[in-house]
């Protein structure tokens, strides 16, 4: 199956759709809303770099897996953040968008089974309660670096698990 990439729209979500039809010319639409633009066709590195030229789009996160109940996403969580490696704490947040899942509590989930199956590794949350993530917490905590943000997004009846490849720079537009 072929990775599909989710948009998560600026305000303007009429714009940030042109812009990713002008910027991502050559990619398969597969679904699109005020909020989300979902595209296949790229790879990671090449959704990366073409992102630079963006301004009107907040995020794009790679789905992953599906899931049907909560229990899959900390099954899936788990084994996202065991793929990647780090010499001293990874940290990783939780983001949810459109699912209404409580991230924070989905968050310690995880960190409580990462730490069952991999007690020689550690894990960090960032996520401080039940606000969000922002892109300058993104930033400093370098969960891009690592793309440990796991993304939980709702499209209509579908659920997707994925992980957050861009994120709009804060110090670019300041």
């Given at each position: 199956m072929q990775t599909l990439y989710?948009?998560?729209?600026?305000?303007?979500f009429r714009l940030s759709i042109a812009e990713i039809q002008a910027v991502f010319p050559d990619v398969e639409h597969v679904f699109s809303s005020r909020n989300f633009y979902v595209f296949s066709g790229l790879?990671?590195?090449?959704?990366q770099k073409r992102f630079l030229k963006m301004g009107g789009t907040i995020k794009i996160i790679a789905l992953r897996n599906t899931w049907k109940i909560p229990k899959d996403i900390i099954s899936q969580g788990?084994?996202?953040?065991?793929?990647?490696?780090?010499?001293?704490k990874l940290p990783f947040g939780v983001a949810e968008h459109a699912a209404k899942l409580d991230a924070f509590r989905l968050g310690l989930d995880i960190k409580k089974q990462f730490k069952k199956q991999y007690p020689d590794q550690s894990i960090r949350l960032v996520n401080s309660g039940a606000k969000a993530l922002n892109a300058a917490a993104f930033?400093?905590?370098k969960l891009g670096v690592h793309q440990s943000e796991i993304a939980i997004v709702q499209l209509e009846n579908k659920k997707y698990?994925?992980?957050?490849?861009?994120?709009?720079?804060?110090?670019?537009?300041?």
């Amino acid at each position: 199956m072929q990775t599909l990439y989710c948009c998560i729209l600026g305000r303007e979500f009429r714009l940030s759709i042109a812009e990713i039809q002008a910027v991502f010319p050559d990619v398969e639409h597969v679904f699109s809303s005020r909020n989300f633009y979902v595209f296949s066709g790229l790879d990671d590195a090449e959704v990366q770099k073409r992102f630079l030229k963006m301004g009107g789009t907040i995020k794009i996160i790679a789905l992953r897996n599906t899931w049907k109940i909560p229990k899959d996403i900390i099954s899936q969580g788990v084994a996202i953040l065991g793929e990647k490696s780090s010499e001293s704490k990874l940290p990783f947040g939780v983001a949810e968008h459109a699912a209404k899942l409580d991230a924070f509590r989905l968050g310690l989930d995880i960190k409580k089974q990462f730490k069952k199956q991999y007690p020689d590794q550690s894990i960090r949350l960032v996520n401080s309660g039940a606000k969000a993530l922002n892109a300058a917490a993104f930033k400093h905590e370098k969960l891009g670096v690592h793309q440990s943000e796991i993304a939980i997004v709702q499209l209509e009846n579908k659920k997707y698990i994925g992980t957050t490849l861009c994120y709009q720079d804060v110090d670019m537009y300041a």
